[in-house]
């Protein structure tokens, strides 16, 4: 039996690899993004981010990806991409949907996908 460690080394792996092709077909800014102090961010969230998350953070900073995919980021300039907004916005938005259930523990969502903004997200 493989190890839990193991595992999570082979997932590290995997996004290694995965952020690397990313880089090949897509080539960050030429200026790195700003650092981001991620333990003071997941104090504020209460939530522990991905690996993988920070990693394409740290490459990219925040943005869109082919009109599709929205990179938020931690005190972004710009408020469409900023985590805390976004995050803060959305919950007020969804809120009742939770009128009824409980909300799901550890529910996150670290990006966002352009058809979030024909739902008002």
Do not use: N
């Amino acid at each position: 039996m493989i190890a839990l460690d193991a595992l999570d080394a082979l997932d590290a792996l995997d996004a290694l690899d995965a952020l690397d092709a990313l880089v090949r077909l897509c080539p960050p800014p030429a200026e790195p993004p700003p650092a981001v102090d991620w333990a003071q961010v997941e104090r504020a969230l209460g939530a522990a981010l991905p690996a993988d998350y920070k990693q394409l953070v740290e490459t990219y900073g925040d943005g869109i990806f082919d009109d599709t995919i929205w990179l938020l980021v931690p005190d972004s300039a710009y408020s469409d991409c900023d985590l805390h907004a976004q995050t803060t916005e959305r919950d007020e938005i969804l809120a009742s949907l939770w009128e009824f259930e409980a909300k799901p523990a550890g529910l996150l969502e670290a990006g966002s996908r352009s058809f979030s903004l024909l739902l008002g997200l």
